[in-house]
Structure formats: structure tokens, C-alpha cells
């Protein structure tokens, strides 16, 4: 499975982001997708996971009511949306699909990744 993240960008504070990752070389649709973030000098921590039908998401606290992950499985691509920007989210965006049954929010659960977006967002 190769992953392709895109859709990062330079954004002010308070602005939105659509993030993409496409799947490719073997269908997603049964896998569950994450996405993770690394700010410069911080280890890669958790961002947003749904299940592979798409019904249950999870967040982490930092982003929760104002990212949003969905997925959609006749195109092979899972999106993240970024509304409410803060400077702190600025960080390079990565996406990965995991073979666990429900969610998952651990690196560590994952088996595949992609090579990361940069979101940058200015005060």
C-alpha cells in the first residue's frame, strides 16, 4: 500500500485546510486510516482515526470539534478537515492505514504511511 498525503499549505490563524490521502497499489477500504502530526522538534503524535466503514471516528482532545475525518472508500482516499486553525497546529501531516478492527491511536498500529504534508499557520 503506498499513501500520498496532500493538500498542506500556509494559512492564517482561524483559517481552513483540506487534507487528502490517497491510497494506492492495494484498496484501503477495509483498513483503518489515522491521521498523525510532527511539529518541529516534537515527537509525531495522534491527530484523528476512522474505522474502515466509517462510522466511528476519534479524535485527540487538541483537535476535537474542529478537525474532521471522513473517508471515502470507492475512491480509495481518506480527508481530513482543518477549520479553526491555531499556530500550534502548524506541522507536517502524515496519514497511515492500520490493519485493527475499529480505530486505532497508536504509531505502533499502523503498518503503512504516507510522506507528509506540511500545514503551516500563521499568527
Known amino acids: 500500500v503506498q499513501l500520498q498525503a496532500s493538500g498542506g499549505g500556509l494559512v492564517q490563524a482561524g483559517g481552513s485546510l483540506r487534507l487528502s490521502c490517497v491510497a494506492s497499489g492495494r484498496s484501503v477500504s477495509s483498513y483503518v486510516m489515522g491521521w498523525f502530526r510532527q511539529a518541529p522538534g516534537k515527537e509525531r503524535e495522534f491527530v484523528a482515526t476512522i474505522s474502515w466503514p466509517g462510522r466511528k471516528t476519534q479524535y485527540a482532545v487538541s483537535v476535537k470539534g474542529r478537525f474532521t475525518i471522513s473517508r471515502d472508500n470507492t475512491k480509495d482516499t481518506v480527508y481530513l478537515q482543518l477549520n479553526g486553525l491555531k499556530p500550534e497546529d502548524t506541522a507536517v501531516y502524515y496519514c497511515?492505514?492500520?490493519?485493527?478492527?475499529?480505530?486505532?491511536?497508536?504509531?505502533?498500529?499502523?503498518?503503512?504511511w504516507g510522506q507528509g504534508t506540511q500545514v503551516t499557520v500563521s499568527s
Open positions: 497511515a492505514a492500520s490493519s485493527f478492527q475499529t480505530t486505532a491511536i497508536m504509531q505502533t498500529e499502523y503498518s503503512y
